[in-house]
């Protein structure tokens, strides 16, 4: 399973790049719009424009930039426009009428989509028969309504694999390292996580003790 940052921005990627670990960014119009702000930054058509392409070369693989249209037809102009930007962009495109319309044209044209907010097995189908490259079911945003988002991977894992469905499910909306385990046992291709969680796969607290007590015992002896 691959991982990526579900982040816009560039101090995060660029460390978790450095590590060596990275496959690839997420972003939503919810990321991009927080990044701005904490800059003090307007955004603007320009502006967009070349952050993602900053976060394309810092990303070094696939980054999803999401269009902010709800209609087909400006979907698909937003979309070639955001995939212009640079060979490493995915559209994203919500799940709706509009975007499965959208996502076959661009796919068409050899565009490649990820389909975002997914919430059942079945809006995955449509959107892998609408030429999708990826799905992203949401697995924090089903948990947080008591429901199970690991149920929501699995059926969507099992649907891609007896179809043989031609399209990448990315583990979305995690929200813990267990959410990380999970999908990368349930087979999701990528997961897809906060910069923080990245942070929290990492570290143990026996390790950290382990190392300094390593030291401890190097330091009476060492020559
Ligand atoms: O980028 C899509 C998804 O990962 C959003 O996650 O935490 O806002 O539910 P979250």
């Not at 990526?4 to 991009?32: F, H, K, M, Q």
């Not at 988002?149 to 990448?168: F, H, K, N, T």
């Amino acid at each position: 399973m691959e991982l990526y940052l579900d982040t816009a921005n560039l101090e995060e990627i660029r460390e978790i790049a450095g590590w060596g670990v990275l496959s690839g960014v997420t972003t939503n119009p919810t990321l991009v719009a927080k990044e701005f702000a904490a800059r003090g930054e307007r955004l603007t058509e320009e502006g967009l424009a070349a952050h993602l392409r900053a976060v394309c070369e810092a990303a070094g693989g696939p980054v999803s930039a999401e269009v902010t249209a709800l209609e087909a037809e400006a979907m698909v102009t937003e979309g070639r426009r955001l995939a212009a930007l640079h060979p490493q962009i995915v559209v994203k495109l919500p799940t709706t009428e509009e975007g499965l319309k959208a996502c076959r044209r661009l796919s068409a044209e050899g565009v490649r989509v990820n389909m975002t907010l997914i919430f059942s097995a079945n809006q995955a189908l449509l959107a892998a028969r609408a030429g999708a490259s990826y799905v992203s079911p949401f697995l924090g945003r089903v948990d947080d309504i008591s429901w199970d988002g690991g149920q929501l991977l699995r059926e969507i894992v099992e649907m891609a694999q007896v179809q043989d469905l031609p399209v990448r499910v990315i583990a979305a909306s995690i929200r813990h390292p267990r959410h990380v385990t999970e999908a990368a046992l349930l087979g999701a291709d990528i997961a897809t996580m906060p910069h923080a969680v990245f942070k929290q796969l990492l570290k143990h607290p026996l390790t950290d003790l382990g190392l300094k007590r390593f030291m401890e015992d190097w330091e009476k002896v060492k020559p």
